[in-house]
């Protein structure tokens, strides 16, 4: 072989290992997403934010360690109320300053005795925390340790997780007794909705509704308890489907669903964002009333005065503002000296329109999974979905007897965008059930967003 053909063959060689270490890198997930976590001014408090390209999610560590708002695609999603912006009040079992957003509470409240929580702005809703960045970078997290409260006996504790490929937001929660004696009481995530108009806070949203499954077995007359409010609402079901549904209506009113789901979704029909709330039901704990969700509107509630006559009671903060609270419980805890328990919870924001069927480990389900056959052989795929992680669908094809007949690579997704599908694709004529999964950016199964079996279709004419 001649000098200039060996240089030639060796430059290919070279070449080629080039081409394919080019390929190799292309094929392997991106790892340049990163998580933050920064100190910024928030409508004149100072706050501590903790962001990706996804989400934001806006601490005042001051104000009873709240997430005052999270924002997702630019998307704010949680009240914030104006009168006290920027604003800190001592802590007062006297009065509540109801300054928005998200945090923890106790139940049962009440005033009856040692074990029920008065409630307004102590120290359990409005005590300093204090804020500790654990990391941040691939995947973020923070603490916020709130003080020893010595009327309820409890003190809490949240971590907070946020990676940075996905705007999925991970909440623990902790409540421990700080007395010498037993205590009993539930963890409450407490989150206040907006619910004005996205034009105009002086306006009601016309489209906000929340869902939860109703539970089949439920403990309550209706599948639902009204603990305050009218008996009779319109704004109030529990669909054919099994789904309460809850319509934003300004009408002060307290429902209580001891649904054992382990989530409740709120959906803004106006500008189609949502959010899922996940928890996961302990079946074998009891829950405060039964109740493991509850929503709460506000506005104008009807009361009795001192002469016995009917009176309606204005909003605590007049009209506007608006919102909406969806409250997630933890089983009664009952903790010894020195004793904690823990509440998990997770959220997760999506797009989403009209109503919501279902929710999945994937995704929400806007119009659920179908599969037909058509006349030509072809299997029609449809459905609409709000997907919690960037991706690739899935298509996975079984026969009668449950054998898998391969896979199908679909398109590509995100949680910005509502995901409609209306497509043909080649299969086995033995394919008789269908699922979809949703893959992320890593290549991991993050589960289905349905399963079906195959329907015929008429024949064409």
């Not at 392997?28 to 996804?54: E, L």
């Not at 914030?80 to 928005?100: C, H």
């Not at 009176?311 to 609270?325: N, S």
């Not at 094809?397 to 497509?423: H, R």
Request: negative net charge.
């Amino acid at each position: 072989m001649a000098p200039a053909d060996g240089l030639l063959l060796r430059i290919s060689f070279l070449l080629l290992i080039f081409m394919a270490s080019v390929a190799e890198a292309q094929s392997k997930p991106s790892n340049s997403a990163t998580c933050r976590v920064d100190a910024v001014d928030y409508k004149g408090w100072h706050a501590q934010q903790m962001s990706n390209q996804w989400v934001q999610l806006t601490f005042i560590p001051q104000n009873g360690g709240r997430l005052i708002q999270f924002a997702f695609n630019g998307h704010a999603y949680l009240f914030v109320n104006p009168k006290y912006a920027g604003k800190y009040f001592p802590p007062t079992s006297k009065q509540w300053f109801n300054y928005g957003g998200d945090k923890l509470w106790l139940l049962p409240e009440g005033n009856d005795d040692e074990q029920h929580w008065v409630g307004n702005s102590d120290l359990i809703d409005d005590g300093q925390f204090t804020f500790r960045k654990i990391s941040d970078g691939r995947e973020c997290e923070i603490e916020l340790i709130g003080p020893a409260d010595p009327q309820t006996g409890v003190q809490f504790s949240r971590t907070i997780h946020l990676d940075a490929d996905s705007p999925n937001v991970r909440f623990h929660s902790t409540m421990k007794n700080v007395t010498g004696h037993s205590l009993e009481w539930s963890m409450q995530s407490v989150s206040q909705y907006d619910t004005s108009d996205s034009a105009t806070q002086s306006r009601i949203n016309p489209n906000f509704w929340t869902f939860t499954p109703a539970n089949p077995s439920s403990s309550y007359l209706n599948r639902y308890h009204v603990r305050y409010g009218p008996a009779q609402n319109s704004a109030v079901s529990v669909r054919d489907d099994g789904f309460f549904a809850l319509h934003y209506v300004h009408m002060a009113a307290e429902l209580w669903i001891d649904s054992n789901a382990g989530w409740l979704a709120v959906l803004d029909g106006a500008t189609k964002y949502a959010m899922v709330e996940r928890f996961q039901f302990d079946e074998n704990k009891p829950y405060p009333g039964k109740a493991s969700v509850i929503f709460w509107t506000n506005g104008a509630g009807l009361q009795l005065n001192s002469d016995g006559e009917p009176v309606l009671r204005a909003d605590e903060e007049g009209k506007p503002p608006f919102y909406l609270e969806a409250e997630l419980n933890s089983p009664l805890c009952r903790l010894r000296a020195g004793q904690s328990c823990d509440f998990e919870t997770e959220w997760f924001p999506a797009r989403a329109e009209g109503e919501v069927h279902g929710v999945m480990d994937a995704g929400i389900l806007v119009k659920p999974l179908n599969a037909s056959r058509m006349d030509s052989g072809k299997i029609t795929i449809t459905g609409s979905f709000g997907v919690f992680f960037p991706g690739h669908l899935l298509v996975r094809l079984y026969d009668q007897q449950g054998a898998t007949l391969g896979t199908i690579s679909g398109a590509d997704v995100t949680p910005t965008e509502l995901v409609t599908l209306q497509t043909e694709i080649s299969a086995d004529m033995k394919a008789a059930r269908v699922s979809l999964h949703l893959l992320d950016t890593n290549g991991v199964d993050r589960g289905l967003l349905g399963e079906v079996p195959v329907s015929p279709t008429e024949k064409l004419k």
